[in-house]
């Protein structure tokens, strides 16, 4: 049976078409480039059956996933993450089906796993000796790790404001690390400078085409959990936007060879009132969103100010019939020490977003009472530790515990 269905690229905006057998960065006219498959010869050859007995892994879905050659696969175990029923404070929300994808207990800890396992495995395949990336964290610490199990160098910026956990994973991986007084936006010039430079791969987000189809698995595993059935709403914490993309193209992909009916769930993207572009974007009715400047938030992993894909999250919002919503810091941190309380997960602040997100649109009617809602977890609120402040009383050996 053929490995992958790969046929090429092409660009969503001028429509041009690439050799995916090439080393491809953006196309001529600055958009980034999708992949293609061939999903008639697909449908035709391929069953849901199929997957049965396969590892439970991301790789279980290698026919719509770039890697032509198995042997080129970099993998830590990443994929078939839980899919976990909220009753709890879904009850307390008024959404009883409310539903948590969890990534926090992928390889490195965040979602970022997913397309750097793809990422890497793609350009290992293409011959790349060395990469670079500007991060938020998480991204650098997943292509860090990857890269080295690789055996492919790599240089990663990040805003010193970022999880020191992830500069410890980057740094751990053996990678060139640099911090920047700044955003990610700075980070992103710099590197933008090494690649001339340098000559480097550009893994900047949807700067290589093979990070979204990483990410896209978290949209065929939810289709595959809910027994190829559709979810009503799908929440995911937006920066770049990478994930959101990615499941709307697992969705029109399944629906294309059969596997799904062709209803899409009702995307939302998810963003802190700190740093919200594609929200003031999607209130306005526009295309492409506009650099927010003086972005801060607690959640650092959507402090995006002006995503390159922001056309692609907002196609994916209108076609879906879905909406953009922007949370407060204050929210989102009440909303994961309640996760927390009620479910026992302890989730990342972006996650939090998500679920936040969910009581906004629950009270204001949006999500109604009987719709099934897939909130996104994008990390462990372990490498968060700093959002989270208790008062914790120290006892002498021997003193009693008051719980009054």
């Known amino acids: 049976m053929t490995f992958s269905y790969l046929i ?58 770039p890697v032509r050659e198995k042997s080129h696969v970099v993998t830590l175990g990443e994929g078939m993450t839980p899919l ?43 011959g790349i000796k060395e990469l670079a990336m500007p991060t938020n964290g998480n991204a650098g610490a997943a292509w860090a790790l990857y890269a080295a199990r690789a055996g492919i160098k790599a240089s990663i910026v990040m805003p010193v404001g970022a999880p020191e956990i992830t500069r410890n994973e980057c740094a751990i991986s053996g990678a060139h690390l640099c911090l920047v007084n700044g955003l990610i936006s700075d980070a992103g010039k710099i590197i933008g400078q090494a690649v001339k430079e340098y000559g480097f791969y550009d893994a900047s987000t949807l700067k290589e085409p093979y990070r ?58 998810v963003q802190a009132a700190g740093c919200a572009p594609i929200v003031k974007a999607w209130n306005e009715r526009k295309r492409e969103s506009e650099f927010w400047p003086d972005s801060a938030t607690a959640a650092f992993g959507i402090n995006v100010p002006k995503a390159l894909g922001d056309f692609l999250v907002l196609e994916a919002i209108y076609e879906s019939e879905g909406c953009a919503i922007a949370v407060e810091d204050a929210d989102l941190l009440e909303e ?38 897939i909130a996104l977890n994008t990390g462990s609120g372990i490498k968060y530790p700093e959002t989270v402040r208790i008062d914790v009383p120290i006892l002498q050996p021997g003193e009693r515990i008051n719980l009054e």
């Open 84 to 126: 976990l029923s909220m009753p709890r404070i879904g009850s307390e929300m008024g959404i009883p089906n409310l539903l948590m994808k969890d990534e926090g207990i992928i390889p490195t800890g965040s979602f970022k796993a997913r397309g750097a396992a793809v990422g890497v495995s793609k350009a290992k395949e293409l």
């Open 336 to 373: 994961q020490g309640r996760i927390a309380r009620y479910e026992g997960a302890f989730v990342c602040p972006e996650g939090a977003a998500a679920f936040a997100a969910a009581r906004r649109l629950r009270e204001n009617g949006w999500i109604r009472e009987e719709d099934t809602v």
């Open 8 to 65: 090429g690229l092409h660009c969503p905006k001028c429509k041009e078409q690439y050799n995916a057998d090439q080393i491809r960065q953006l196309c001529v006219c600055g958009s980034p480039l999708l992949a293609d498959y061939d999903l008639h010869a697909l449908k035709k050859e391929v069953t849901p059956g199929h997957l049965q007995g396969r590892i439970p892994d991301l790789w279980r879905y290698h026919e719509l996933l």
């Open 212 to 269: 979204i189809e990483g990410k896209k698995t978290m949209g065929l595993e939810i289709a595959e959990q809910l027994g190829w059935k559709v979810p009503d709403v799908i929440l995911y914490p937006t920066g770049g936007g990478v994930g959101l993309i990615g499941i709307f193209k697992a969705f029109r992909e399944l629906a294309q060879i059969g596997w799904i009916e062709e209803r899409l769930p009702r995307l939302v993207a």
